[in-house]
């Protein structure tokens, strides 16, 4: 299967917004904008952030999944460890 890459783009609270690629010859790349967050003190806004992240997060890698035919293993450094499959 060929994939060419997919890109998504989040917005997230307080100004923010991640920008999510993959493509074979780069692989996954997430990048910040305007530029990587410092942790919100707030704990309510820290929580509707990092739930909207994720939730981009996993949209955005089962499309990769679908795309590569494979399933994907995460874990980060600041998360849990999550195994995602295709829809």
Known sequence: MTVHGLTRTAPLANGFRARFSYAPDTG??????????????????????MATYD?????????????????????ETCGEMEWIASS
């Open 28 to 49: 996954l790349l997430v990048e910040w904008f305007p530029a990587p967050p410092r942790m919100v003190r707030c704990w309510t806004t820290r929580r509707r952030f």
């Open 55 to 75: 939730a981009t997060k996993r949209a955005f890698l089962r499309e990769v999944s679908a795309s590569i035919g494979a399933s994907i293993d995460v874990s």
